[in-house]
């Protein structure tokens, strides 16, 4: 096992229409509004942005995403990332009930080097760490389409 390698899935069933969700989501640039943990988010071009995140865990990650599918139709936004973390995230949002359900999934090296020395002792701390990113993002996000 690579214990420098995670791999995130996260399920958030919001009420709101699935065209709704997608175009919070798609305006990253924004993502520092309604996302306490997302600290930055700076573009480059219109498909490339450097994003600073913060999570409960006294550091910070920082990456270089670039935009690799953007598909309305399908629900689908996926980036590769560069920097901190190296690998790829791709949210999918689909139409359920009334509402719609959110799939974020991430595939990730850690290459911070401290994050790195302890990878096998700080697992548990930082996959923890990242599902209370998680939860600041849903009720974030579940705050932003309410207004």
Known sequence: MDWC?????????LPAPPSRVYGVLERVDEYPRW?????????????TGVARFRSFLPYELVVTAQ?????????????AMTGDLEGWARWTVQPRGGGARVLYEQEVEVRKALMRRFAVPGRPVLIANHALMM????RGLSAALAV
């Open 67 to 79: 935009e690799r599918r953007r598909a309305p139709e399908a629900g689908v936004l996926e980036m």
């Open 5 to 13: 390698r995670y791999r995130f899935r996260s399920v958030w069933d």
């Open 35 to 47: 996302w306490p943990q997302v600290r930055q988010v700076t573009r480059l071009d219109d498909r």
């Open 135 to 138: 939860r600041g993002g849903r």
